[in-house]
Protein backbone atom coordinates (compact mmCIF):
# COMPACT_ATOMS: atom_id res chain seq x y z
CA UNK A 1 0.00 0.00 0.00
CA UNK A 2 2.77 2.16 0.76
CA UNK A 3 4.33 1.95 -2.87
CA UNK A 4 0.75 2.75 -4.55
CA UNK A 5 0.66 6.03 -1.85
CA UNK A 6 4.05 7.20 -3.45
CA UNK A 7 2.79 6.61 -6.63
CA UNK A 8 -0.15 8.87 -5.94
CA UNK A 9 2.00 11.38 -4.51
CA UNK A 10 4.67 11.47 -6.67
CA UNK A 11 1.83 12.22 -9.69
CA UNK A 12 0.50 15.38 -7.90
CA UNK A 13 3.93 16.44 -7.50
CA UNK A 14 4.54 16.26 -11.13
CA UNK A 15 1.12 17.62 -11.85
CA UNK A 16 2.44 20.91 -10.00
CA UNK A 17 5.38 20.94 -12.07
CA UNK A 18 3.72 20.14 -15.04
CA UNK A 19 1.02 23.31 -14.71
CA UNK A 20 4.02 25.39 -13.42
CA UNK A 21 5.74 24.69 -16.77
CA UNK A 22 2.70 25.16 -19.24
CA UNK A 23 0.70 27.89 -17.37
CA UNK A 24 4.12 30.27 -16.32
CA UNK A 25 6.80 29.36 -17.54
CA UNK A 26 6.17 28.24 -20.98
CA UNK A 27 4.19 32.11 -21.62
CA UNK A 28 7.30 33.70 -20.19
CA UNK A 29 9.94 31.86 -22.15
CA UNK A 30 8.23 30.16 -25.03
CA UNK A 31 10.87 27.72 -25.53
CA UNK A 32 10.30 24.60 -26.78
CA UNK A 33 11.99 22.67 -24.39
CA UNK A 34 9.22 23.50 -21.77
CA UNK A 35 6.90 22.04 -23.61
CA UNK A 36 8.04 18.80 -24.17
CA UNK A 37 8.98 18.73 -21.07
CA UNK A 38 5.31 19.58 -20.10
CA UNK A 39 4.64 17.07 -22.13
CA UNK A 40 6.95 14.24 -20.55
CA UNK A 41 5.79 15.25 -16.95
CA UNK A 42 2.32 14.26 -18.43
CA UNK A 43 2.85 11.07 -19.49
CA UNK A 44 4.97 10.10 -16.36
CA UNK A 45 1.84 11.52 -14.01
CA UNK A 46 0.00 8.56 -15.97
CA UNK A 47 2.63 6.12 -15.34
CA UNK A 48 2.59 6.99 -11.86
CA UNK A 49 -1.52 6.75 -12.05
CA UNK A 50 -1.71 3.58 -13.99
CA UNK A 51 1.07 2.11 -11.57
CA UNK A 52 -0.87 2.36 -8.76
CA UNK A 53 -3.62 1.31 -10.41
CA UNK A 54 -2.08 -1.97 -10.89
CA UNK A 55 -1.04 -2.48 -8.01
CA UNK A 56 -3.79 -1.83 -6.11
CA UNK A 57 -5.92 -4.35 -7.82
CA UNK A 58 -2.59 -7.21 -8.04
CA UNK A 59 -3.07 -6.34 -3.80
CA UNK A 60 -6.72 -6.82 -4.13
CA UNK A 61 -5.96 -10.29 -6.43
CA UNK A 62 -8.03 -9.21 -9.04
CA UNK A 63 -6.03 -8.94 -11.48
CA UNK A 64 -1.79 -10.56 -12.42
CA UNK A 65 0.81 -8.79 -13.38
CA UNK A 66 3.44 -9.67 -15.92
CA UNK A 67 7.47 -8.15 -16.92
CA UNK A 68 5.73 -6.91 -20.03
CA UNK A 69 4.54 -2.93 -19.26
CA UNK A 70 2.62 -3.32 -23.02
CA UNK A 71 0.76 -6.80 -21.42
CA UNK A 72 -0.01 -4.63 -18.33
CA UNK A 73 -1.35 -1.51 -19.61
CA UNK A 74 -3.48 -4.25 -21.84
CA UNK A 75 -4.43 -5.21 -18.38
CA UNK A 76 -5.40 -1.81 -16.95
CA UNK A 77 -7.12 -0.60 -20.46
CA UNK A 78 -9.48 -4.25 -20.03
CA UNK A 79 -9.99 -4.99 -16.81
CA UNK A 80 -8.79 -2.09 -14.47
CA UNK A 81 -10.12 1.33 -15.99
CA UNK A 82 -13.64 0.60 -15.99
CA UNK A 83 -13.65 0.59 -12.10
CA UNK A 84 -11.84 3.72 -11.67
CA UNK A 85 -14.39 5.73 -13.94
CA UNK A 86 -11.81 5.81 -16.80
CA UNK A 87 -13.56 5.87 -20.39
CA UNK A 88 -12.19 4.36 -23.74
CA UNK A 89 -11.80 8.49 -24.78
CA UNK A 90 -9.34 8.29 -21.97
CA UNK A 91 -7.59 5.05 -22.58
CA UNK A 92 -7.46 6.43 -26.52
CA UNK A 93 -5.72 9.86 -25.07
CA UNK A 94 -3.58 8.10 -23.07
CA UNK A 95 -2.53 5.66 -25.90
CA UNK A 96 -1.78 9.35 -28.24
CA UNK A 97 -0.23 10.79 -24.96
CA UNK A 98 2.55 7.82 -25.09
CA UNK A 99 3.10 7.80 -28.69
CA UNK A 100 4.08 11.22 -28.69
CA UNK A 101 6.05 11.01 -26.18
CA UNK A 102 7.60 8.34 -28.02
CA UNK A 103 7.80 9.95 -31.13
CA UNK A 104 10.18 12.59 -29.30
CA UNK A 105 12.51 10.26 -28.13
CA UNK A 106 12.74 8.67 -31.42
CA UNK A 107 13.15 12.04 -33.51
CA UNK A 108 15.66 12.92 -35.58
CA UNK A 109 14.86 16.33 -35.30
CA UNK A 110 12.73 19.27 -33.75
CA UNK A 111 12.39 22.46 -33.97
CA UNK A 112 10.28 25.50 -32.67
CA UNK A 113 7.46 27.02 -35.65
CA UNK A 114 5.20 29.75 -35.03
CA UNK A 115 4.48 28.22 -31.39
CA UNK A 116 4.35 25.09 -32.01
CA UNK A 117 7.16 22.02 -32.20
CA UNK A 118 7.14 20.06 -35.25
CA UNK A 119 9.01 16.72 -34.69
CA UNK A 120 10.20 14.96 -37.30
CA UNK A 121 10.70 10.74 -37.12
CA UNK A 122 13.69 8.95 -39.29
CA UNK A 123 11.72 8.59 -42.57
CA UNK A 124 10.95 12.50 -42.17
CA UNK A 125 7.22 12.05 -41.19
CA UNK A 126 6.09 15.36 -39.20
CA UNK A 127 4.35 15.26 -35.57
CA UNK A 128 3.26 18.77 -34.26
CA UNK A 129 3.12 19.48 -30.81
CA UNK A 130 1.12 22.97 -29.47
CA UNK A 131 0.79 24.44 -26.40
CA UNK A 132 -3.14 23.54 -26.91
CA UNK A 133 -2.12 19.80 -27.17
CA UNK A 134 0.12 20.26 -24.47
CA UNK A 135 -2.30 21.60 -22.24
CA UNK A 136 -4.83 19.40 -23.16
CA UNK A 137 -2.69 16.30 -22.53
CA UNK A 138 -2.07 17.68 -18.97
CA UNK A 139 -5.79 17.67 -18.37
CA UNK A 140 -6.39 14.66 -19.42
CA UNK A 141 -3.41 13.60 -16.62
CA UNK A 142 -4.36 15.58 -13.65
CA UNK A 143 -7.97 14.00 -14.75
CA UNK A 144 -6.87 10.28 -13.99
CA UNK A 145 -5.06 11.63 -11.11
CA UNK A 146 -8.37 12.33 -9.48
CA UNK A 147 -9.70 9.23 -10.70
CA UNK A 148 -7.05 6.84 -9.48
CA UNK A 149 -6.69 8.74 -5.87
CA UNK A 150 -10.89 8.77 -5.67
CA UNK A 151 -11.08 4.65 -6.76
CA UNK A 152 -8.18 3.66 -4.70
CA UNK A 153 -8.72 5.83 -1.60
CA UNK A 154 -12.21 4.82 -1.59
CA UNK A 155 -11.37 1.17 -1.33
CA UNK A 156 -9.35 1.99 1.21
Known amino acids: MNKILKNIDDAEKRTNIA????????PLLKDK????????????????????ILQNEYINKRIDLTRDS???FKIFSDKCASRYNINEREIQKIIELFELAEKHKESSMEFMKDNKVIILDRKMKIETLTVEKTKDMIELAKEILIKTKNGILRKI
Open 19 to 26: GHIIYVTY
Open 33 to 52: KLLIKALLEAKEIVIACISA
Open 70 to 72: SNN
